[in-house]
């Protein structure tokens, strides 16, 4: 059952509702463009690939000890 198209009784909800109409809201309001989240999404990417890498590299060089060494220092 949709209530779409009820009159609302209440005076607070209904002069709430009514100041929200599509028409009134700005065009700051609207959303960004598509390639926004895009960005955000491979430099994330960018940054775990490199941080793989280091972490690969200082296995190679030093062995599992040194990145262990490193977690336990951030944990504690």
Excluded: K
Excluded at 66 to 71: G, R, S, V
Aim: aromatic share 8%.
């Amino acid at each position: 059952m949709s209530t779409t198209g009820t009159r609302i009784r209440n005076g607070r909800v209904a002069r709430l509702v009514h100041n929200t109409r599509a028409e009134q809201i700005s065009p700051a309001a609207e959303p960004s463009p598509a390639n926004t989240p895009y960005r955000l999404l491979w430099s994330t990417g960018i940054i775990a690939f490199v941080l793989g890498i280091v972490a690969f590299v200082l296995w190679g060089i030093n062995g599992a000890g040194t990145l262990f060494d490193m977690i336990v220092t951030l944990c504690t």
